[in-house]
């Protein structure tokens, strides 16, 4: 194994998309690249550029490192040392799912090293995901991409992946200021009422439909009383924002756990006039990021080719 090396791709993804709260989860083309080489065992090499390269641990606590030791240690195998190149774009604490996208990267190097000696297949990798991440709304679309829907039953996180229709253009608004996944849920309750239970439920149903075939139901779809408001003031230039973006028709929704915000228009041009009405009616600097839904999530290249997490 000493001397092989690995290729990673991974997508940022946005979860809750509203309604759906630790369930929905959308891949999205913005991606983080990271190249591993097995070394002699105990050296540790880690190269960081791009976003947060300030702040990446440089040793075994890295996160793509654990995630790494994670998956060799499921499957009895001996960690070598490791090289790690990371060129991180995924903006970190910003509700796009950048350690998602960490976890699913060491995974991923970790399936491409021992390609040939051990066998992670794709529900392998969800449960080993969800296990360090603590729950697979994002890194179920990381791992698959496209639209999932991702629920734990008595086996493990179990997922479904879904085709988003073509008129559906994601919009994410993304600014200086960060936020906690931590902090962001310990500020909601642990029982809500009833009727705002099934108002999500509904939402969550009608999303799909939106998502999938009636993008014009995307801003009733969108609607949520489990988690955005109880969060609103930990973010309030985030909650100012969503509120005037769906004044204004706009399908607008906090992105995973904030503070970015995701906009899920009905078509390009919808999409361009968000970005408009936000560049001429804040004071508050938000980079404007116009996507497109990833329909791969998270590949690796090796030795042995190219695949694919479908």
């Known amino acids: 194994m000493i001397g092989r090396s690995v290729a990673v791709r ?33 050296e540790l090499e880690i190269l960081v550029s791009g976003e947060g390269a300030e702040a990446v641990p440089r040793d075994a606590s890295n996160l793509v490192v654990r995630a790494i030791a994670y998956a060799f240690a499921a499957v009895e195998r001996p960690l070598p040392g490791l090289r790690l190149e990371a060129r991180n ?57 496209g639209l999932t829907i991702a629920w734990v039953d008595e086996t493990g996180p179990q997922h479904k992946k879904l085709l988003v229709h073509r008129g559906v253009s994601p919009l994410v608004f993304v600014p200086e200021f960060t936020m906690s996944t931590s902090v962001a849920r310990s500020l909601q309750p642990l029982q809500v ?60 929704v906090v992105s995973g756990a904030g503070p970015s915000v995701l906009v899920l228009a009905d078509g390009p041009g919808r999409r361009l006039e968000a970005a408009e009405l936000v560049a001429q009616a804040t004071d508050t600097p938000w980079e404007s990021l116009m996507l497109a839904v990833d329909f791969k999530g998270g590949t690796v290249r090796g030795t042995g080719g190219f695949h694919v997490m479908t």
């Open 10 to 42: 991974v997508p940022a993804t946005s979860a809750n998309l509203g309604p759906g709260f630790d369930t929905l989860g959308l891949a999205l083309s913005v991606y983080d690249e990271l190249t591993v080489t097995a070394l002699p065992e105990g």
């Open 89 to 145: 774009v995924i903006p970190h604490g910003r509700g796009l799912g950048s350690s998602g996208a960490a976890v699913v990267s060491g995974l991923l190097a970790a399936k491409g090293l021992l390609e040939g000696e051990a066998d992670f297949s794709a529900d392998a990798l969800l449960r080993l995901a969800t296990e360090m991440e603590g729950h697979p709304d994002n890194v179920a679309p990381a791992l698959f991409g």
């Open 193 to 252: 009422p009833r009727e705002d239970a099934v108002f999500n439920v509904s939402r969550s149903a009608l999303l799909i439909a939106a998502l999938m075939q009636s993008p014009e139901l995307l801003l009733a779809a969108t609607e949520d009383k489990l988690h955005q408001n109880y969060r609103a003031q930990a973010m309030p230039e985030t909650d100012a924002l969503v509120r005037a973006l769906r004044a204004q028709g706009f399908a607008a």
